[in-house]
């Protein structure tokens, strides 16, 4: 084992990992703290990826500026779905199995209209910075992966302010611990899920742009990160957004040596074994209580 | 009806079904309806199996496609065996094995069963003492990983698919089937068991232990209910149930590949079926399969398979939210407000009415979109019109079942205008091909007319409107 491959490895790993993170980070709202197993978030990352595609292919506009300027738009349609959620399943008391079977059908949905539309072929987005590689010594830092993390931990950072320092972040926290408090202090939980909603869908056309910019998408991609976000957010803690960046490093290191050690063909099992491990070893997480 | 005869009731319905099909097929030497009801009979053992879980017990298993694929694999595995046992198997086992390649069919499906169920008792273990949401997630991660370890299982021929040449003709008893028949026997025969199986859940101790779960697990425990082991094995039973309905799946298509094996339809199927049907009994699985099974093999047929998933998954979301007790249920709803006693002659024609219209509103949903796929812009109106009738017919049927005061009108309505286009259709094109079948739907629709109008019906949907809503 050389030194250089392990140092590269770990790099790449640390790099995927950002990239991870802003996967996960969505979902470390909605189902860490708001309770809501949104197992369509990857389908809403994906439509990110092909927006930024769409906007890149026509006007050649920077995927990543792309995300930014849409997340308003992924906003309203995140406080949309969780509207039909909240009315539909939460407010019924039903949301455990009919809950998961509706955001099933929209992930299905989704996948199934965008191969409707742009078929199965895989796409990919033009930008300045996907091609260059600094190099660090005989580290290789490949550009298309170290904006993305770059970026992703930017939003990280901005979110934790946001839910630690604002008004609206700090009752969306509480939202997650007691929504009668919440009551007592006349805030509407409904509105603050509604937001919090809204932020994490927000958050996956940020992600979907870094996806394409990382590799060429084709609608189905979204489906092999279920196992990582599920298990990222579950070592992390479940909603603790630290954690969550840590795990999402951890995963992304494992999976870089598993890639470089044993052939990236099994990349995707180890999400899984992980996710495993981490459900029958620690379910509360690294940062749990 | 006690179990037995239920057994003995389904045999007969299902000797009657083989009956039925083999004749036709004999007689037509065509064989596309025995492939055809293949895949539905597999969607109806899927539907129950994950029924026995999800509908029982209220776990949701999104990864029906990964015991199913792992039944499929498990025969290509034990199929590649018996093409060489020598090679693999050496010393005093080979010669054991050796005369019992190539295993009957019988014996492959049994053992893909055994696979499944164990891989199902292991996800179950691991998984299934945390909340129900954690079982749900690694059910979905699992399909991945199995996707991911058959990729890389050169056994099995990896991602480049597994080519098996199906067996020529077999004897059963005194009949000399077709392969293909023969496969159609033991996919009847499958479902049989798998609804036996569930009905007979139902309505034992077992079936009362998961209701429990599924209605209160944390009281469930707490009154002495061991909701950990019934849960195990609610999953083994249900894996097992998969692997066997995939187990054929080699031998049926002959060539089999990873990523259409683990393909998510079949997972988006199997929820979609009982969900649609209804979840609380085993008929619910069964009318959701047979529907959306027979519907879908017409859309792959006219349209394309994609957009037959897409018509699935929608009709998934619209059932979730607007109708979440199924066919099955919104039935039951409606004979008990509609008919509290037993079910008369007006209650039936209301459903037969109400199923006609959901029936015809789909078909006439998928044909619409096979239309609007069409460039001329006549065949584009007319679809729209179709997708317009359509989107009435299954209000109506919805309207009709939940006695809204404008479900008979809105039948009244989509009758109406779906005459009116068909009798277009038949002007336009001098109406040849399936005329009698137009005539037909024509005379069912006036005559579906004249019965809402009937002051028996209008009285029943009168009253209802100003009572307050039935309780379930």
């Known amino acids: 084992m050389s030194m250089d491959l392990l140092l590269n490895a770990v790099v790449a790993g640390l790099l995927l990992g950002g990239f991870y993170a802003a996967v996960t980070v969505g979902i470390s709202i909605s189902f860490g703290m708001l309770d809501v197993v949104n197992i369509a978030h990857p389908a809403f990352i994906i439509l990110g990826s092909y927006i930024a595609y769409i906007v890149n292919s026509t006007t050649g506009l920077d995927p990543i500026l792309t995300a930014i300027v849409v997340l308003p738009a992924f906003y309203l349609l995140g406080q949309g779905v969780y509207q039909v959620f909240y009315l539909s399943f939460e407010k019924r008391g039903e949301e455990a199995l009919r809950g998961l079977a509706f955001f099933f059908g929209l992930l299905f949905v989704t996948e199934v209209v965008l191969i409707l539309v742009f078929g199965v072929d895989y796409r990919y987005v033009q930008a300045g910075y996907i091609g260059p590689t600094w190099r660090i010594g005989f580290v290789d830092l490949p550009l298309r992966m170290l904006v993305p993390c770059f970026v992703s931990i930017l939003l990280v950072v901005g979110l934790q302010l946001f839910l630690a320092r604002t008004f609206v972040g700090r009752a969306i926290m509480a939202v997650a611990q007691d929504q009668q408090a919440l009551r007592l202090l006349s805030i509407d939980p409904v509105r603050i899920k509604r937001i919090a909603f809204g932020v994490s869908i927000a958050t996956a056309a940020l992600a979907g742009a870094f996806l394409i910019v990382i590799q060429p998408v084709e609608p189905s991609v979204g489906r092999e990160f279920i196992g990582r976000i599920f298990a990222i957010c579950v070592l992390g803690g479940m909603g603790s957004l630290p954690g969550t960046v840590i795990a999402a490093m951890l995963l992304g290191i494992i999976e870089s040596f598993t890639a470089t050690y044993y052939g990236p063909s099994w990349a995707p099992a180890v999400a899984f074994g992980f996710l495993l491990i981490t459900l029958a070893v620690r379910p509360a997480g690294l940062l749990g209580r | ?472």
């Open chain 2, 1 to 472: 009806m006690r179990s037995s005869t239920f057994l003995i009731a389904a045999l007969a319905v299902g000797a009657g079904v083989f009956a039925l099909a083999l004749s036709h097929a004999r007689i037509t030497t065509n064989q596309y309806y025995l492939f055809a009801g293949f895949v539905v009979l597999q969607y109806v053992v899927l539907a129950t199996a994950w029924n026995i879980l999800g509908g029982y017990c209220g776990y949701v298993n999104f990864g029906t496609a990964a015991f199913f694929a792992t039944g499929a694999y498990a025969v290509v595995a034990l199929h590649k065996l018996g093409d060489s046992p020598g090679r693999y198997l050496s010393g005093t086992p080979a010669e054991f094995l050796m005369p019992l390649f190539p295993l009957p069919m019988p014996l492959m499906i049994l053992a893909g069963g055994v696979v499944s169920g164990i891989v199902g008792l292991g996800m179950g273990y691991l998984t299934l003492r945390l909340r129900g949401v954690f079982f749900a997630i690694a059910t979905l991660a699992m399909a991945v990983v199995l996707q991911t370890l058959v990729i890389n299982w050169d056994f099995v021929d990896g991602s480049r698919g597994a080519s098996i040449i199906r067996p020529g003709r077999v004897s059963v008893g005194p009949l000399s089937l077709s392969y293909i028949e023969y496969l159609f026997l033991l996919m009847l025969l499958l479902a049989v068991l798998a609804l036996w199986i569930a009905r007979l859940i139902e309505r034992s101790r077992l079936g009362f232990g998961f209701a429990s779960i599924r209605d209160d697990e944390l009281a469930a425990e707490a009154s002495g209910v061991p909701t950990l082991r019934l849960k195990l094995i609610a999953t083994t039973l249900s894996g097992a149930l998969m692997g066997m309905a995939g187990a054929p799946l080699p031998y049926y298509s002959g060539y089999i590949e990873p990523s259409a094996t683990f393909g998510l339809p079949y997972a988006v199927n199997s929820i979609a079926m009982p969900m649609i049907g209804g979840t609380t009994t085993w008929a619910g699985p069964l009318i959701g399969a047979i529907l959306l099974g027979t519907l879908q093999q017409i859309a792959t047929v006219t349209i394309s398979s994609v957009v037959n998933l897409l018509i699935v998954g929608l009709l998934l979301i619209v059932f979730v939210i607007a109708a979440p007790v199924g066919i099955v249920g919104l039935i039951q709803e409606f004979l008990r407000a509609a008919a509290p006693t037993r079910p008369n002659l007006r209650s039936t024609a209301l459903i037969a009415i109400a199923s006609y219209c959901f029936i015809v509103g789909i078909l006439g949903i998928i044909f619409s979109l096979q239309a609007l796929q069409t460039a001329s812009a006549s065949a584009v109106w007319l679809g729209a019109l179709g997708l317009f009738v359509g989107a009435l017919y299954l209000a109506a049927s919805y309207g009709l079942l939940k006695l809204q005061a404008w479900g008979p009108l809105l039948a009244s309505l989509a009758f109406g205008a779906a005459t009116l286009s068909a009798g277009t259709n038949m002007a336009l094109e001098g109406a040849l091909q399936g005329a009698s079948m137009r005539w037909g739907a024509v005379a069912v629709a006036v005559a579906a007319i004249c019965y809402l109008q009937t002051r028996d019906v209008k009285l029943l949907y009168a009253r209802h409107s100003s009572a307050p809503p039935v309780p379930a």
